[in-house]
């Protein structure tokens, strides 16, 4: 499978809890994006990694999450102390470093937070 | 007002008809411009992906962007039912999304009626 993978495809947790969702790009991507979309709604950006470092983070995200590319390859999600209004669909989306290219999505995570 | 609008729908269409879905924007340093579909808890999958202004076909989709409107529509002809999805438009100022992510509008449910 060369398309971008997510895992896991869902999450139950209970308020308070910490959870931590895995994005793996396709291969070649050295950029990878995080981005969040509730029921409705499009999905709203998070941040992006360029190779390791994380370059940008929307106001979204607030300090209960962090996100990490150690290796400039697959990266973590972590939310801490999850709240009910964190369940949403969690999706990774990975392109190029080039002009004129696409960003391309995986499955997303959906986390329901009870 | 929201940078990306689009009407959520429902649109709904008898089987072979010619379908038209468009986004209006508000933020002129838009310059990459794509469409994505999604079906039901999926990730969005790319269907098109234009810069600047222009057409772009590819078999029963076109993708047209007029950026002195700041208007962009996807046309699909010849509809099938497996086309029923939510259809969401999606802009960047830069290169596969960049520093800021991409721009999406709420996303347009599409529904083919055999």
């Known amino acids: 499978d060369t398309g971008v993978s997510q895992d896991p495809r869902h999450k139950i947790t209970k308020r308070g809890q910490n959870v931590t969702f895995r994005c793996d790009p396709i291969?070649?991507?050295?950029?990878l994006y995080w981005y969040r979309q509730t029921l409705g709604q499009g999905p709203e950006f998070l941040t992006y990694f360029q190779n390791e470092a994380q370059l940008e983070k929307s106001r979204l995200l607030s300090d209960r999450f962090s996100a990490e590319r150690p290796k400039g390859s697959f990266s973590t999600l972590e939310i801490q102390r999850t709240e009910q209004g964190d369940s949403a669909m969690y999706l990774c989306a990975s392109s190029l470093v080039t002009v004129n290219t696409e960003a391309f999505f995986g499955q997303g995570t959906r986390l329901t937070v009870v | 007002q929201k940078e990306v609008e689009q009407d959520p729908g429902p649109l709904s269409v008898p089987e072979g008809a010619i379908v038209s879905l468009n986004c209006t924007y508000s933020n002129s340093a838009f310059q990459y411009f794509m469409w994505y579909r999604q079906y039901s808890r999926k990730g969005p999958e790319l269907l098109m992906y234009?810069?600047?202004?222009g057409n772009k076909e590819d078999g029963r989709f076109t993708a047209q962007v007029d950026k002195s409107s700041k208007y962009i529509s996807l046309f699909i002809r010849d509809s099938q039912p497996s086309d029923s999805a939510t259809y969401l438009c999606?802009?960047?100022?830069?290169?596969?999304?960049?520093?800021?992510?991409?721009?999406f509008g709420k996303g347009t449910h599409l529904i083919i009626q055999p």
């Open positions: 291969s070649e991507h050295n950029r």
């Open positions: 234009t810069y600047s202004s």
């Open positions: 999606a802009m960047s100022g830069n290169s596969g999304g960049g520093a800021d992510g991409l721009t």
